[in-house]
């Protein structure tokens, strides 16, 4: 079974100070991670997706299939950063595009 | 391009009433998911389309829910009878999918659906 575990439903810090969600997965397979942003009043939006292996906003994600995780991580948090972020995972098995998402961190950065 | 359109944004009905929510994906995408959020479950899969044909269905709560997609610019989601516990956020999204690496989904606004 896919599964997806966000293990804080909320994160706080302040401007300026390293954030890190965590994500962990469950898969048997090789599976394809992303991370979705909603900032307020706008739409669920893709941030990063592991293999393109790239910084957004200067969010990167590292997938760790030993410790099936995706945490994604930013060095220097931005008060504009504060929003709700959802790690998803889609199994390869029989081609299936289906998204499994995790149950969301809200990240507040204070000023 | 308007991206995923949902109507209506805003829904509030009574307990037993037929509720029908409708998106309008974005066009030359070949797949339309159905998604329901609620503080207690998150983001959950409701149904998705590939080509107008329900690929997924798997996460449709029970035989209160259908969805249709006649064609590929239209599709529906239909609670009847409606319960209060149907309360929550319904998302549309829809991406282009020719096999792996998957493609970005785009969501729509979201429909928020009260039910007394």
């Known amino acids: 079974a896919q599964r997806v575990t966000q293990p804080e439903k909320l994160l706080s810090v302040f401007k300026g100070a390293p954030v890190e969600l965590k994500c962990n997965y469950s898969?048997?397979?090789?599976?394809?991670l992303f991370w979705y942003v909603q900032y307020s009043r706008q739409r669920l939006q893709l941030l990063l997706r592991?293999?393109s292996r790239e910084s957004i906003k200067g969010f990167t994600a590292d997938l760790n299939k030993g410790e099936t995780s995706f945490h994604l991580k930013k060095p220097f948090a931005q008060e504009e950063d504060s929003a709700m972020y959802y790690c998803?995972?889609?199994?390869?098995?029989?081609?299936?595009?289906?998204?499994?998402f995790g149950k969301g961190t809200k990240l507040t950065v204070n000023p | 391009d308007a991206g995923v359109i949902q109507s209506p944004r805003h829904e509030v009905t009574e307990m037993g009433q037929e509720v029908t929510l409708r998106c309008k994906p974005i066009s030359g995408h070949n797949s339309l998911f159905w998604y329901r959020q609620t503080m207690m479950r998150g983001l959950e899969l409701l149904i998705y389309f590939n080509n107008n044909v329900p690929i997924d269905d798997s996460g449709m709560p029970e035989d209160r829910f259908s969805a249709k997609m006649p064609n590929a610019s239209f599709s529906t989601l239909k609670i009847q009878p409606s319960e209060p516990r149907d309360s929550a956020v319904y998302f549309c999204?829809?991406?282009?999918?020719?096999?792996?690496?998957?493609?970005?989904?785009?969501f729509g606004p979201g429909t928020r659906l009260t039910v007394l």
């Open positions: 898969y048997s397979g090789s599976p394809e």
């Open positions: 592991h293999i």
């Open positions: 998803a995972l889609s199994g390869q098995k029989g081609g299936s595009e289906k998204l499994v």
């Open positions: 999204a829809s991406s282009f999918f020719a096999g792996p690496p998957r493609d970005e989904q785009f």
